[in-house]
């Protein structure tokens, strides 16, 4: 499909078939005896993002009746005019590492088992997915996606048993829910990462240092564009559904419940989640601002650290 501007400029915009039958893996598989060259998602979200934002000036028809383009379905906006499901946040429990005190963000370790729920761990998703059922979260059906990391996989299928959930509704995302990178801190401390948040308040495009062993070094903003780009993907695939968001880490819950509500990115730490938290996302109210020192990892809400 082709649109053109007032400029008379031709534009190919692209356009996302909607349905809500699509099969749960069909988003994120690729099957490895294809003859087609591997895309990587990520890129090719981020190409399509730029060519829509490319596209500052509306549809023109003669009749005017044509909506801008910010309008059209998947281009997704932080925060959004509104969403077409409804969706729940979930922090995965303690891992293994996270038990030991030690910052693990490399993603080449998130399948291991060492990257998998502790058994406080597994106790605060236990609670977790409780809580869900009490919400009514999966009543009605519902869809969880978690990272493919370790624990966040091994919090679905927890969340699946308690609630009824068949294994087929578990859709496990290979990028964009990856904990966030925090470069040179690996293998340190996690009281290390208040450092990481000292910056986060001044600029969201301050990164952590490098580090030359595969662990990314990821901005705010850096995590922004991934959470913007899973939201995408959410809200033209599914429509009128509950989904259930497992993170392995605060970082990425934090900055996509900022970004929804409208809040300061910078201030994003302030919406902590500690682990095994759960939060319903509604987009027509404030959440309430939490002060810790640290939130990607500690666990600062006593409740849940059991």
Known sequence: MFATSSSSVTVPTLVVPHSSTVPPLSASKTPHNSSNPIVNRRQLLTISISISISITTPFT???SLAPPVADARGLFQMPPFRLTNRYFLVRA????????????????AKTSMDSGLSEKGKR????????????????????????ITQRAYQAAEIIASVNGVSRSYIVPEYSFLDARGLGAYEGKNLESVSEVYASDGISTTIKPPPIDDGTPNESVADVFVRVTQLMS???????GDTVIIVSPDSDN???????????????????????GEVRFVDTKSIPTYKQPASAVYKCYNPPNCN
Request: with cysteine; glycine share 8%.
């Open 93 to 108: 429990g303690e891992s293994e590492y996270e038990s030991l005190g030690i910052i693990n963000t490399n993603p080449v």
């Open 61 to 63: 028809q003669p009749n």
């Open 124 to 147: 605060q998703i236990v609670r977790a997915a409780f809580e869900l059922k009490a919400m009514g979260a999966c009543e009605k059906g519902c869809w969880i996606w978690p990272s």
């Open 233 to 239: 993907i959410l809200e033209t695939q599914y429509s």
């Open 253 to 275: 819950l934090t900055i996509l419940q900022a970004g929804l509500v409208g809040l300061d990115l910078r201030r994003h730490r302030d919406l902590s989640f500690a682990p």
